[in-house]
């Protein structure tokens, strides 16, 4: 069964810090792992994404500020969050996306508030 379970959002404080965990299960070969995020009333974009080799890429918005991580033993992906601004409150989702046929896989969500 395949699984992919977001942990660590939650409220804070703008200029505060957060760190998601996204850890995949059920899927094999994993080639890239991701984030997205959802505000309220906007589509889903892109935040950052990282391959099994370490490549990373950011959305402009979140560069210097988020970095993304990845333990391939584990199958996890971390988003780490600094300098957080009211702009970065949305859903954020884990995507997991497979070596072969490059199938997609997404998590539920998780909520992050950036507010005073």
């Known amino acids: 069964q395949v699984q992919l379970v977001e942990s660590g959002g939650g409220l804070v404080q703008p200029g505060g810090s957060l760190r998601l965990s996204c850890a995949a299960s059920?899927?094999?070969?994993?080639?890239?792992m991701g984030w997205y995020r959802q505000a309220p009333g906007k589509e889903r974009e892109l935040v950052a994404t990282?391959?099994?080799?370490?490549?990373?890429i950011y959305v402009d918005s979140v560069k210097g500020r988020f970095t993304i991580s990845r333990d391939n033993a584990k199958n996890t992906v971390y988003l780490q969050m600094d300098s957080m601004k009211p702009d970065d409150t949305a859903v954020y989702y884990c995507?997991?996306?497979?070596?072969?046929?490059?199938?997609?896989?997404w998590g539920k969500g998780t909520l992050v508030t950036v507010s005073s």
């Open positions: 059920g899927i094999i070969s994993i080639n890239t």
């Open positions: 990282i391959t099994s080799s370490g490549s990373a």
């Open positions: 995507k997991a996306t497979t070596r072969y046929a490059s199938m997609d896989y």
